[in-house]
T-cell receptor, first 111, second 115 residues
Framework: QKEVEQNSGPLSVPEGAIASLNCTYS??????FFWYRQYSGKSPELIMF????GDKEDGRFTAQLNKASQYVSLLIRDSQPSDSATYLC???????????FGAGTRLFVKA | NAGVMQNPRHLVRRRGQEARLRCSPM?????VYWYRQLPEEGLKFMVY????????ESGMPKERFSAEFPKEGPSILRIQQVVRGDSAAYFC?????????????FGPGTRLTVL
């Protein structure tokens, strides 16, 4: 049973639109959640982390966490072609530092 | 460059040989994580280490794989008697080890190819 689930996509949005990426997790005790961006052939790059219910904004990115629904999302406003990548959702479970990654959602931003 | 360093970036081994992958954490970081990524798949946790201690190795295969993080020098992921199924990208990440929002920063990865 997967612990962090993401729609593999691909998700295609036009340039300038809002891209919405979603993630669900099974471990109710998970405390911290992370969004990483990974370009093809490259290593993951941290975009944001969130551990409180609600929204957290950083530039064009907004992370949303709903612990009751076990749901995490990432919104990318004013999407750019350079945002085209795979976005990985990750959660840190109870009892330590082990981090579980979802399989990722591929995002294409069309110019 | 104060980022996470991994070497080699590419490693080719024949079946049955040993592979040694090295990771130097970011300056000020004392926690190291190893992940494996197969093509078109997500990152799979392998092991989490602090200096001289293995904290969580629940993602490590029971045989042929081992990891260490000595007091001095880089963390090493060792794969003995490699098989073709070991071909993957191996990423190392490091963190400060703070509770709560403890961000991990990734190195460039080692691409292992087993012939």
């Amino acid at each position: 049973q997967k612990e962090v689930e993401q729609n593999s996509g691909p998700l295609s949005v036009p340039e300038g639109a809002i891209a919405s990426l979603n993630c669900t997790y099974s471990d109710r005790g998970s405390q911290s959640f992370f969004w990483y961006r990974q370009y093809s052939g490259k290593s993951p790059e941290l975009i944001m982390f969130i551990y409180s219910n609600g929204d957290k904004e950083d530039g064009r990115f907004t992370a949303q966490l709903n612990k009751a629904s076990q749901y995490v999302s990432l919104l990318i406003r004013d999407s750019q072609p350079s945002d085209s990548a795979t976005y990985l959702c990750a959660g840190r479970g109870t009892g330590g530092f082990k981090t579980i990654f979802g399989a990722g959602t591929r995002l294409f931003v069309k110019a | 460059n104060a980022g996470v360093m991994q070497n080699p970036r590419h490693l080719v081994r024949r079946r049955g040989q040993e592979a040694r992958l090295r990771c130097s954490p970011m300056k000020g970081h004392s926690h190291v994580y190893w992940y494996r990524q197969l093509p078109e798949e997500g990152l799979k946790f392998m092991v989490y280490l602090q200096k001289e201690n293995i904290i969580d190795e629940s993602g490590m295969p029971k045989e042929r794989f081992s990891a260490e993080f000595p007091k001095e020098g880089p963390s090493i992921l060792r794969i003995q008697q490699v098989v073709r199924g070991d071909s993957a990208a191996y990423f190392c990440a490091s963190s400060q080890g703070l509770a709560g929002g403890d961000e991990q920063f990734f190195g460039p990865g080692t691409r292992l190819t087993v012939l």
